[in-house]
T-cell receptor, first 115, second 110 residues
């Protein structure tokens, strides 16, 4: 079946604009994770969901970042008043369960460039 | 808080060489250790996952080992090929989210 998909694949935003990044997880996957990957670095955890519940948002860098998964499937990561330091690749992953025993499957990412 | 380090940051080898990528972690209470491959503009592809009770995993030309007591994991690639060129990331899977190293960028020269 289809893997994790993300849209848009590339986004250029002017500083101060709001952006919304979409993630479509693998059908039936309960857990959904968002990561931020700066250039030359490994991905860093932002937040995760189990179904529609956001269980941990400790990795969100500021209150300008907001994520939702209202029906327990598609998720949106929203960044308000974008800043240059928000430029990064945003990766979404989904898994069958929440514990570390379940493998996470990653989407191709959205590359955000803030000018 | 777990910290994961990968050395070297970049590596260039001629085709056919055997090579070892290194990963170290600060907290020996690692959950599972996972190795990923990342191609430019692509997401992460899982290569090998070593559960905390295991010492190694093998898949084709790849072999990954885990030594919790020393806080180290290695990824061994045998008979490297140009198609192996990519960034290799290791991660502690944790009880929830993954904690990644910053990766080793591998270039295999034909």
């Amino acid at each position: 079946g289809a893997g994790v998909s993300q849209s848009p694949r590339y986004k250029v935003a002017k500083r101060g604009q709001d952006v919304a990044l979409r993630c479509d997880p693998i059908s039936g996957h309960v857990s959904l994770f968002w990561y931020q990957q700066a250039l030359g670095q490994g991905p860093e955890f932002l937040t995760y969901f189990q179904n529609e519940a956001q269980l941990d948002k400790s990795g969100l860098p500021s209150d300008r970042f907001f994520a939702e998964r209202p029906e327990g499937s598609v998720s949106t990561l929203k960044i308000q008043r974008t800043q240059q330091e928000d430029s990064a690749v945003y990766l979404c992953a989904s898994s069958l369960g929440l514990s570390g025993s379940y493998e996470q499957y990653f989407g191709p990412g959205t590359r955000l460039t803030v000018t | 808080k777990q910290e994961v380090t990968q050395i070297p940051a970049a590596l260039s080898v001629p085709e056919g060489e055997n090579l070892v990528l290194n990963c170290s972690f600060t907290d020996s209470a690692i959950y599972n250790l996972q190795w990923f491959r990342q191609d430019p503009g692509k997401g992460l592809t899982s290569l090998l996952l070593i559960q905390s009770s295991q010492r190694e995993q093998t898949s084709g030309r790849l072999n990954a080992s885990l030594d919790k007591s020393s806080g180290r994991s290695t990824l061994y690639i045998a008979a490297s090929q140009p198609g192996d060129s990519a960034t290799y990331l290791c991660a502690d899977t944790g009880r929830r989210a993954l904690t990644f190293g910053s990766g080793t960028r591998l270039q295999v020269q034909p």
